[in-house]
């Protein structure tokens, strides 16, 4: 079966911002994330024991943003419109900056930008990241997350 083209993504798409997303942190998916990679720290799980130490609610794991991201399918949202074929994408990569904690009860405002689009292998693959800051709702930023998305090309590499 022929594989489908894929169109390749222009330069012009840096710099492009995507929808803002509000998002409630609920206190069970904290906890149902921090069960599901195995994080036994009674911060993530126990009320009492988040708020005796401080904090406003439960807080979330470190790589807990990832659902929010994930939930939102901003980036997907946007290489759908391209005509981008999901079967060609990849996550290659995710990194977060803290700024502050992330905890229960927050209620985040995510504002997403595409930040870079990088060409590899000869037009083979497309690297495009997006970073999305994450707004507390105190002002504060807690969070930024730079995600790398893979896109695959059929292209006739030459051999030399």
């Known amino acids: 079966m022929p594989s489908a083209k894929v169109m390749m993504l222009d330069e012009t798409i840096v710099g492009r ?9 609920d206190p069970e998916r904290i906890r149902l994330f921090a069960e599901s990679i ?10 009492a024991a988040a708020q005796a130490a401080g904090y406003r609610g439960l807080v979330a794991p470190l790589t807990f943003p990832i659902i929010i991201l994930m939930d939102a399918e901003l980036v997907l949202r946007l290489l759908d419109e391209l005509g981008v074929d999901r079967h060609r994408m ?8 803290y700024h ?3 905890c229960a009860g927050d209620v985040l405002t995510c504002f997403s930008r595409i930040t870079d689009l ?26 930024e997350a730079i ?3 893979a ?10």
């Open 17 to 25: 911002e995507l929808p803002t997303v509000h998002v409630y942190v």
């Open 38 to 47: 195995g994080d036994l720290d009674p911060l993530h799980r126990d009320e």
């Open 90 to 97: 990849l996550h290659a990569e995710q990194t977060f900056i």
């Open 100 to 102: 502050d904690e992330i």
């Open 118 to 143: 990088q060409v590899k292998k000869n037009g083979a693959l497309q690297f495009l990241l997006a970073t999305t800051r994450m707004m507390n709702n105190r002002g504060r930023i807690v969070c």
């Open 147 to 149: 995600s790398n998305t």
């Open 151 to 160: 896109v695959r090309h059929e292209v006739q590499l030459e051999r030399t």
